[in-house]
Nanobody, 124 residues
Framework: QVRLVESGGGLVQAGGSLRLSCIGH????????LGWFRQAPGKEREFVGA????????RYRDSVKGRFTISRDNVKNTVYLQMNSLKPDDTAVYLC?????????????????WGQGTQVTVSS
């Protein structure tokens, strides 16, 4: 069982940056691939990016490539989402998730554990 707790959300102007963190409690953190998802009001939850258990491999949705970076620190049991050049369209609740798969997963259904989410609001 893994419990995930996100932090770092907030209100930022367009063009600004935020770094989200997600700490995992329980389980062997390095054995889980981790993903970031987001859900805007009235919209379906969507994949943002993911990182493999080792941290070597990452994958992003097209709209955030070059702006967002995922990294993880398996000693601190933490995964990060560095978000730069933020746009109003990035406004959403951001959630981290963990899957028992070691390799990257982009579909929500394979993720076993989810955090509660942290709100990111980008003003124009």
């Amino acid at each position: 069982q893994v419990r995930l707790v996100e932090s770092g959300g907030g209100l930022v102007q367009a063009g600004g940056s935020l770094r989200l963190s997600c700490i995992g409690h329980g389980g062997t953190f390095s054995g889980y691939a981790l993903g970031w998802f987001r859900q805007a009001p009235g919209k379906e939850r969507e994949f943002v990016g993911a990182v493999s258990g080792s941290g070597v491999n990452t994958r992003y949705r097209d709209s955030v490539k070059g702006r967002f970076t995922i990294s993880r620190d398996n000693v601190k049991n933490t995964v990060y989402l560095q978000m730069n050049s933020l746009k109003p369209d990035d406004t959403a609740v951001y959630l981290c998730a963990a899957t028992g798969r070691f390799t990257i997963a982009i579909t929500q259904q394979v993720y076993d554990y989810w955090g509660q989410g942290t709100q990111v609001t980008v003003s124009s």
